[in-house]
């Protein structure tokens, strides 16, 4: 016999039963699109700010929120946003401080999303970007003109792992009253933390290391509490918020974030050592190693070097293309930070479309292969290396 009237309505009400009591050990997931008020007055004391409730879940959420409080406190930041990618966060933070006539200094080696942001899409809307040679962003003073507000730049550079004196450069953005925002995701808190060395801002793809699994795509910037809420009307009306379950997925990530920085580090090291002077390339690049020419610059404000190695082949595309039809331990896929090992050709992917000459502003050529080296067995992946060098 068919119910006589509807199901209970208690089905449709979910938060009915929850138990604010429980103390849970973990984070909840409040995966809730919007947030109950009890009265008008309730609603006026939010608009007021004096509640300390929640409105909707693009403005903010408690999972955010609370991914937002690590974050701050892995980078001793006085604040985090989080966004819904890397580019979330880049769009967020170029467009929150940013305003039509204002320009941006930026390396002209970069990462290709930044890259095009600033290249051609923000002209479109009368916010220009000039790309300066790694010299000439050492000590960016001479470059810095009367509409320059940001200087943006990544320290390793991708993927030549190039780096800047990050104290350096921020000391003479200071002085010139711009702005410096760090791009600090090959590098990770783990390694290195630009805030203590004067920056303004620090941005992260979070969907690499922070997150570290390969299975969200999150962004987030750090810095003081003042510029971190100019981001908030960019963020709110781009829409670029993360989801409440995303949150929860890179907080657990992040619990692991410096055991599995320290498995990096040492196998990026053990693995570049292994190859350096290997006959059948022509170069590796890591910070760690001697003779990378940024050495001693990474060693002066790095803890350890991160897990980013690029190899460069003597033949060219055909011959990186070869090493990586051959590699099998490290997996063929562009992104890097998870656990697992991966190979990407940077002229395909992170560098595709550059001109010649962009590439080579970049010093990024056809026979490099970028490894981002993840936590397996060291003695893999050295020996899947050496046979896929052939
Ligand atoms: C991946 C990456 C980004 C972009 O982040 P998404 O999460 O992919 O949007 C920005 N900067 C660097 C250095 C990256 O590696």
Same mark, same amino acid.
């Given at each position: 016999m068919p119910p006589s009237k509807g199901l209970p309505t208690r089905l449709i009400h979910t *938060?009915?039963? *929850?138990?604010?009591? *429980? *103390? =849970?050990?973990t984070t909840p997931i409040y995966e809730t699109t919007t947030f109950l008020f009890d009265s008008t007055a309730d609603v006026q004391a939010y608009i007021d700010g004096t509640s300390g409730k929640y409105l909707y879940s693009r403005y903010d959420n408690p999972s955010t929120r609370a991914l937002e409080a690590k974050l701050a406190s892995a980078e001793q930041a006085e604040a985090a946003m989080v966004f819904g990618s890397g580019m979330g966060a880049i769009s967020g933070t170029l467009l929150g401080l940013l305003s039509a006539g204002d320009e941006v200094l930026c390396s002209a080696a970069i990462y290709g999303g930044t890259f095009h942001l600033l290249q051609s899409f923000l002209p479109r809307l009368g916010i220009t970007a000039r790309l300066l040679d790694l010299d000439d962003l050492r000590d960016p003073t001479a470059s810095i003109? =009367?509409?320059?507000r940001v200087v943006w730049f990544e320290s390793p550079i991708n993927p030549t792992l190039r780096c800047l004196d990050i104290a350096r450069l921020a000391a003479a953005c200071r002085a010139a009253g711009v702005l410096s925002v760090v791009d600090n995701t090959f590098a990770t808190p783990y390694n290195q933390q630009p805030l203590s060395l004067g920056v303004d801002l620090v941005m992260h793809s979070v969907t690499k290391y922070l997150n570290g699994h390969s299975d969200v795509t999150a962004g987030a910037v750090m810095g003081s509490q003042a510029l971190i809420e100019r981001l908030l009307p960019a963020r709110k009306l781009l829409g670029a918020m993360l989801d409440p379950m995303a949150a929860s997925l890179v907080a657990r990530g992040l619990k692991t974030l410096d055991v599995r920085m320290e498995r990096h580090n040492a196998n990026a090291l053990g693995l570049a050592r292994a190859i350096e002077g290997e006959a059948r390339l022509s170069r590796v690049l890591y910070p760690?190693?001697?003779?990378? =020419?940024?050495h001693a610059i990474a060693a002066g404000q790095m803890r350890g070097f991160g897990g980013m190695i690029t190899i460069e082949l003597p033949g060219g595309l055909d011959a990186a293309g070869r090493f990586f039809d051959r590699i099998a331990v490290f997996k063929r896929a562009t992104s890097l930070g998870g656990v697992e090992s991966l190979a990407g050709l940077p002229v395909l992917t992170s560098q595709y479309g550059w001109s010649d000459e962009q590439l080579a502003r970049a010093d990024v050529t056809p026979g490099m292969v970028r490894l981002s080296v993840g936590i397996e067995t060291l003695e893999d992946l050295i020996a899947d290396v050496d046979q896929a060098l052939g």
């Open positions: *938060a009915e039963g *929850a138990q604010p009591d *429980a *103390a =849970p050990l003109g =009367p509409r320059t760690g190693l001697r003779s990378h =020419p940024d």
